[in-house]
């Protein structure tokens, strides 16, 4: 059986399964796109974001 047709008769066949698989497919897209757009700007900007200078103020502070 190839693997279309296992594919087709599994999730799409019937729309009581393919809705919530639909559903399940954009959530799990919608999370995995945003912590990888999230991994890149955090490389991008290493050195600039306030969690990576944070501590030289965070010191500054207490010391006063």
């Known amino acids: 059986m190839p693997f279309s047709t ?4 599994t ?3 019937r729309n009581s ?6 559903f399940v497919g954009a959530f799990a897209f919608g ?5 990888g757009v999230t991994a890149f700007f955090d490389r991008w900007n290493k ?4 969690k990576d ?8 502070a ?3």
Do not use: M
Not at 17 to 22: A, D, Q, R
Not at 53 to 60: D, G, L, N, P, Q
């Open 62 to 64: 207490e010391e006063e």
């Open 31 to 35: 999370i995995g796109f945003d912590s």
């Open 11 to 13: 999730f799409f066949r």
């Open 6 to 9: 296992t594919l087709y008769n």
């Open 47 to 50: 050195g600039k974001q306030w």
């Open 17 to 22: 399964i393919f809705v919530p698989t639909l």
């Open 53 to 60: 200078i944070r501590h030289k103020y965070v010191e500054a």
